[in-house]
């Protein structure tokens, strides 16, 4: 089997707050085409490291590549290249659905016929034809979470970071929400996902797991379970915590 191109490189990253350590030497690599599960309590340092490799927060120390670009070196280039889907903040509300589409297609530099065709096909494809000249606060918060994942799809980005996309929805939309996923990383894009759902870390190929500003686990779900001789990556998870 050829090995697979590494997409995102992170060596003893650190990052400090003062005397605080959020971040304390991470290494990992996360592949072309893979799901994976960055996972760990609240407080654990998850959405630090996602600043760092977004390009939003520079590394105190250690090493960073995201889509062949030097996170503390090329933060802008590393911007283009990804999409990024927070549960807090995505799109906006006071805008139509289109007109969404339209300023992120913008931001990323695509040129309006692309915008005009790629909201179509997204659209199309979610069948929400009929809410392209909706106010995004009239929309289910499922339909929200799906046209999100579209926008920070856009632009075709090499990884796409997902900070807890599924809060809030329903098992049916949360569901629907994954097979978005693996469509997405069956295509080639790397998807690097956050979640406080422990069975979705099973829909994961590779799963993480922090606490305290440190990476405790890293492998298969599978190998994770059979490693601490549990059932479940909940279980690993409590393991782990504790």
Known sequence: MNEREKIIEVK???KKFGNFTANNKLTFDVFKGEIFGFL???GAGKTTAIKILCGLSA?????A??????VGKYPNKVKSNIGYMSQKFSLYNDMTVKENFRFYGGIYGLPGKEI???TSYYLEKLKMEHTQNVVLNEIPLGWKQKLAFSVANIHDPKVVFLDEPTGGVDPV???QFWEMIYETADKGTTVFVT????????YCERVSIMSEGIIEALDTPAKLKEHYGVDTM???????AR
Do not use: C, Q
Not at 195 to 202: N, R
């Open 59 to 63: 590394p105190t120390s250690g090493f």
């Open 116 to 118: 005009s065709n790629k």
């Open 40 to 42: 760990g309590a609240n």
């Open 234 to 240: 909940n279980d690993v998870f409590i393991k782990i």
């Open 173 to 175: 939309t949360r569901r």
């Open 65 to 70: 590549k995201v889509a062949g670009w030097d």
């Open 195 to 202: 979640t406080h759902y422990m069975d979705e870390a099973e």
């Open 12 to 14: 003893e990253l650190v």
